[in-house]
């Protein structure tokens, strides 16, 4: 875990130097889809469930609503799954485009940057113990954006002047899969879970 923690400091505070080290760390997709993603990933997914079902989520003028047990945890796994699908996904578009952008294609890469791109935002997911602070949440995520765009020339390979261009396909993308996230997600939780109750 300590291992996590410094990775996640060592890509926020000192990205570039950080992503020369990235690049050439001996791993696989495997290694890094199981001893980091799956482990970060969770952050978000645990404090949002403690947070919607402890909490609570204050609706102006409404009052503040809280979801029970059953609906908060699901709402946790499903988020859980669709992110790790939704970076899994975005490695590979990165990766596929690579080419288009004077880069190269490989997967291994493409997974390094989706992942290390993602950490802000999914370590800030902690605050979502306080559903109120999502917001902070979102602005970890542009953070990540900043580290994707320093990202893709140095792992991808990408020519600097094509970067800019590439690194908004890939946040074009990003929007694109969040949306296929939030929509299935609501319609899940939709079908499966029990209205909010009121407290």
């Known amino acids: 875990m300590q291992k996590i923690i410094d990775r996640i400091k060592q ?18 997709v495997s290694e890094l889809f199981k001893n980091y993603l799956l482990i ?29 047990f059953g609906a908060s945890l699901m709402s946790a796994v499903i988020g859980y799954v669709f992110t790790v699908a939704g970076v899994w996904a975005l490695s590979k578009v990165i990766s596929y485009l690579a080419p ?38 979102t602005l970890a995520g542009l953070y990540g954006l900043y580290l994707l765009y320093m990202g893709l020339p140095m792992i991808m390979e990408t020519p600097k002047e094509k970067t800019m261009v590439y690194t908004v ?15 299935v997600t609501g319609a899940f939780l939709g079908l499966f879970g029990p209205s909010l109750p009121r407290i």
Request: hydrophobic share 50%; glycine share 10%; aromatic share 12%.
């Open 100 to 137: 288009n952008f004077g880069g190269q294609k490989d997967d291994l890469r493409g997974f390094k940057v989706a992942v290390y791109s993602y950490t802000p935002y999914l370590a800030a997911g902690i605050l979502y113990l306080f559903p109120s602070l999502g917001i902070l949440v």
């Open 40 to 68: 970060l990933a969770a952050v978000p997914a645990l404090a949002g469930f403690l947070g919607r079902w402890i909490i609570g989520i204050r609706i102006p003028f409404a009052g503040v609503y809280r979801f029970s």
């Open 169 to 183: 396909v890939i946040i074009v993308a990003v929007i694109l899969i969040s949306i296929i996230v939030g929509t």
């Open 11 to 28: 890509i926020v505070l000192k990205p570039r130097e950080t992503w020369e080290t990235i690049k050439s760390e001996e791993t696989t």
